[in-house]
């Protein structure tokens, strides 16, 4: 299947839609994150985006909340 674009359709910049532009970098996304506090950074991987959040909401259900909010 071919799209016509694979820019993000929600914030409607001209970025390529990726799993971290998705869940990490899009304005929506960090407005999100924001709300509950928790501020995402530019980490080099997933891995550590995930660790920076975990650190930050000091919960033993922090993939919980993670799951929620993606």
């Known amino acids: 299947m071919t799209l016509t ?3 993000c359709a929600i914030c ?6 990726t799993l971290e ?5 899009c304005p929506l996304t960090m407005a999100c994150w ?3 506090q928790v501020h995402v ?5 997933t891995f550590e985006v ?12 922090f993939m ?3 799951i929620l909010m993606c």
Do not use: A, C, M, R
């Open 50 to 61: 995930l660790e920076n959040i975990k650190e930050q909401l000091h919960s033993p259900i």
């Open 12 to 17: 409607g910049s001209s970025v390529e839609e």
């Open 64 to 66: 919980n909340i993670i």
């Open 5 to 7: 674009s694979y820019d």
């Open 41 to 45: 950074g530019n980490p080099e991987t």
């Open 21 to 25: 532009h998705l869940f990490f970098q």
């Open 34 to 36: 924001s709300f509950i």
